[in-house]
C-alpha cells in the first residue's frame, strides 16, 4: 500500500503514536481526554485504512511508511 493512499486524521496519528510508545487504551484516552471507546473507535478506524489486523502491524506498517516516529 502506498503512502498517499493512507490518509488519517490529526487524532488519529495521535493514537497510533501514543499505541507505538506502549500506552494502553485507557491511557491513551487519560492523555486525550477522551473515553476508551473514542480510542477504540479511533484504532478501529485505523486497522480498517491501513488494511491492517492488528496492533503491531499497524504500528510497523505506520513506521515503515513515515505516518508516524
Known amino acids: ?3 498517499d493512499k493512507i ?3 490529526d487524532k488519529e ?3 497510533l503514536q501514543l499505541s507505538a510508545n506502549g ?3 485507557q491511557q491513551i484516552a487519560e492523555v486525550m481526554g ?5 480510542i477504540a473507535s479511533h484504532m478501529h ?4 485504512r491501513t488494511c491492517s489486523t492488528h ?8 513506521i515503515r511508511l513515515k505516518l508516524i516516529k
Open 1 to 3: 500500500m502506498k503512502r
Open 55 to 62: 496492533n503491531g502491524h499497524v504500528i510497523a506498517k505506520a
Open 34 to 38: 477522551v473515553k476508551v471507546g473514542t
Open 23 to 25: 500506552f494502553t487504551r
Open 7 to 9: 490518509i488519517l486524521t
Open 45 to 48: 478506524n485505523i486497522l480498517k
Open 13 to 15: 496519528k495521535q493514537v
